[in-house]
């Protein structure tokens, strides 16, 4: 009768402690995903700095081209021009890199994070198995 009693603690127990190491996973997912949240908008944060800066640069630059004589003036404003739209795909592309370091950073925790509940499940259910009934 003792055996009958271990397992029925077992099987009530067990269902349990596993539905609480979920509740636990999702936690920690919430907590992730609001890291990767704040992360990605400091990424969103610098390519827009980025881009002031690159505005600001070419609004001084054309304004010192713009006490040039009329000669030198167009060419140098497309010197300015092309300048700008490089620091803009610039800025993108370093927004766009760190993007994508986050996001490979992110799977790759999320995959962890899946095999650690699948071994917890794993364990949990040898130990199960392997109780004496």
Do not use: W
């Not at 949240?37 to 081209?65: F, M, P, W």
């Not at 739209?85 to 992110?106: G, H, V």
């Amino acid at each position: 009768m003792l055996g009958n009693s271990r397992m029925m603690v077992g099987v009530v127990l067990g269902p349990l402690f596993l539905a609480g190491c979920g509740g636990v996973t999702t936690s920690s997912s919430d907590l992730r995903l609001a890291r990767f949240d704040r992360e990605i908008g400091a990424v969103a944060d610098r390519e827009d700095r980025c881009r002031k800066e690159a505005q600001a640069t070419a609004a001084d630059e054309l304004s010192q081209t713009g006490s040039a004589p009329d000669a030198l003036s167009n060419p140098n404003r497309q010197t300015v021009q092309g300048n700008y739209y490089n620091d803009i795909r610039l800025c993108e592309a370093e927004a766009d890199r760190e993007s994508r370091q986050l996001s490979a950073r992110e799977r790759e925790e999320y995959r962890l994070e899946q095999q650690q509940e699948r071994d917890r499940v794993l364990l949990m259910t040898t130990l199960m198995a392997s109780r004496p009934h």
